[in-house]
């Protein structure tokens, strides 16, 4: 067991040989934090959470499980898959990927830009990506993932929670 924040399960592309993460207590992260112990602690992001649209995370859960096995094509087609998915979703498809990226991030500015930088150099074309090359793009497609459907459905919860306690002020005066 690693020590770390994150008490879930490692995603299949990164469970390799490194188990899963224990967070018994938020002490157990080592006081001087090693290029090997920030390599080992995997972000929220990298577990796909379950406001995720079953369509992408079954798009980005093939893309990890084809990376794992070393399958670099198949896992190529599906990271891609899922980012057209999402362009898709998200109203964003102008025929042209660079184009709709652009305009995905044009209309997402809270996703940052690097993201689709990313996406936009390796998510193109037709050829398979290498293993590290493809990890790195799961990663992106995940991180734009938890952007765009975690962290702004959280984003309106607080607003919510802060929206009720300001009404419930005025409420009371």
Not at 13 to 25: E, K
Not at 140 to 148: C, D, G, Q
């Amino acid at each position: 067991m690693i020590g770390g924040r994150w008490s879930r399960p490692l995603g299949p592309a990164l469970q390799m040989n490194r188990g899963t993460v224990d967070c018994a207590s938020p002490m157990s992260m080592p006081a001087a934090t090693t290029a090997a112990t920030v390599a080992t602690a995997v972000p929220r992001f990298m577990t796909l959470d379950e406001r995720v649209p079953a369509v992408l995370r079954k798009a980005i859960e093939e893309a990890d499980g084809c990376l794992q096995m070393g399958f670099t094509m198949g896992g190529t087609a599906c990271a891609r898959l899922a980012m057209r998915t999402i362009i898709h979703m998200e109203h964003a498809d102008l025929g042209d990927y660079a184009k709709s990226l652009a305009a995905l991030g044009d209309k997402h500015p809270a996703v940052p830009p690097a993201l689709f930088q990313i996406v936009g150099m390796l998510g193109g074309g037709d050829e398979p990506l290498t293993t590290e090359a493809l990890q790195a793009l799961i990663a992106a497609v995940k991180a734009i993932v938890y952007e765009l459907y975690v962290l702004a459905a959280e984003r309106v919860e607080r607003l919510m929670y802060v929206h009720e306690l300001v009404e419930h002020l005025k409420r009371t005066k």
